[in-house]
């Protein structure tokens, strides 16, 4: 569970200086994101931001689905790891399994107090789920 929630808030905080969502999946995916919003924005270290992630599934979530998230700094990979995808999930408003078609889910995490120390990055980063 804290790997899903240091990645839930990586992905916020990687998207907080960007003007708009843009995803770089492709229709063959398993899913396909359509928008991403949290609150607060920008988010604030040390207390808890909630990311919400809407689109559609092409297959369901069950029990073993995988879930790996990727942070690059200028195209150089600075995080990566892997987690239990429905395991993450178990506390959201969308725990597993979840059906195929149209879905939304939201995710509230703390901001771990350590992030203050960085300096303002222009960070990527990157999902995939085996299902």
């Known amino acids: 569970?804290?790997?899903?929630?240091?990645?839930?808030?990586?992905?916020?905080?990687?998207?907080?200086?960007?003007?708009?969502?843009?995803?770089?999946?492709?229709?063959s995916d398993a899913f396909t994101l359509?928008?991403?919003?949290?609150?607060?924005?920008?988010p604030k270290v040390g207390q808890q931001v909630c990311i919400k992630l809407s689109g559609t599934l092409?297959?369901?979530v069950t029990q073993g689905?995988?879930?790996t998230v990727t942070g690059t700094f200028w195209g150089i990979e600075v995080y990566s790891a892997s987690t239990d995808l429905?395991?993450?999930?178990?506390?959201?408003s969308t725990?597993?399994?979840?059906a195929a078609g149209a879905q939304t889910v939201t995710q509230c995490v703390s901001v771990?107090?350590?992030l203050s120390q960085l300096p303002p990055l222009d960070l990527r980063s990157s999902a995939s789920a085996v299902l």
């Open 58 to 60: 092409s297959t369901p």
């Open 34 to 42: 359509s928008s991403v919003s949290y609150t607060p924005n920008p």
């Open 65 to 67: 689905a995988t879930l």
């Open 1 to 27: 569970m804290k790997f899903f929630a240091s990645a839930v808030a990586a992905i916020a905080l990687a998207t907080t200086a960007s003007a708009g969502f843009s995803s770089c999946g492709s229709s």
């Open 86 to 92: 429905c395991a993450g999930l178990a506390g959201s």
């Open 95 to 98: 725990p597993c399994p979840i």
């Open 112 to 114: 771990p107090s350590g």
